[in-house]
C-alpha cells in the first residue's frame, strides 16, 4: 500500500500543492520562490528519501511569512496523511546531525499529540532572502499539522546556513526513522491503543 499524502491548500496569501511519497528515494520538484527555503526542502526530501513535489505561489512581495508558514502547515498534513492509521510504525525517531562546525539534534514521536521545543539561537537575521526567524514558524507550522511532537535542538554551530541545513536533515532523518514500519508491531506502537 503506498504512503502518500496529497494536500491542496488556496487562501488570499497563497496557493500551495505537496505531494510526499514517504517510501520514497529522495526525489523532489520544489518550487516556492525562495531559493535558500527550497534548498531545504529538497535536502529534506534527500535524507529522509522522501519523493517531494512541493509548488508554492505565495505573496513574497509582503514577506516570505505566509509562504514558509503555509508550507509547514500544508507539508504536515501530507505527513499526517501519508502516515494513514499508523499501524506497525515505529512512531519514534531521532538524529544528531553533523554539519562541519554545527550539531543539531532532532527527535519526534508521531503521538498524535502536538508539540514543539525548539532550541537555537541564528545569529544571522537572513539567509539568502530567507528571515532566519522564519525557521521556528515552519517546524512549528510542521509539528501542530502533523500532530507530531518535535524537538530541535542546536548543540553547538556558528555558521546560520549550516546550522539551517542540518536541522532539516536531522528532522528528516528522524521522520524517516519513525515512519518505518516494523513487522513485530501488529498495530499500534501504544498502550493506549491509539495514536
Known sequence: MKRIGTVSRKTSETDISVTLNLDGTGLSEIQTGIGFFDHMLVSFAKHGLFDLNVSVKGDLEVDTHHTIEDTGIALGQAILKAVGDKTGIRRYGSFLLPMDESLVLCALDLSGRP?????????????????????????????????????????????????????????????????????????????????
Not at 157 to 170: D, L, P, Q, S, W
Request: contains cysteine.
Open 115 to 195: 508539540y514543539l521545543v525548539y532550541d537555537a539561537v541564528l545569529t544571522a537575521e537572513r539567509v539568502g532572502c530567507l528571515e532566519t526567524e522564519m525557521i521556528r514558524e515552519f517546524f512549528y507550522a510542521v509539528s501542530y499539522s502533523a500532530a507530531m511532537n518535535l524537538h530541535i535542538k542546536e548543540i553547538h554551530g556558528e555558521n546560520t546556513h549550516h546550522v539551517i541545513e542540518a536541522m532539516f536533515k536531522a528532522f528528516a532523518k528522524s521522520l524517516d526513522m519513525a515512519t518505518m514500519t516494523d513487522s513485530r508491531i501488529p498495530g499500534l506502537l501504544s498502550t493506549k491503543g491509539s495514536l
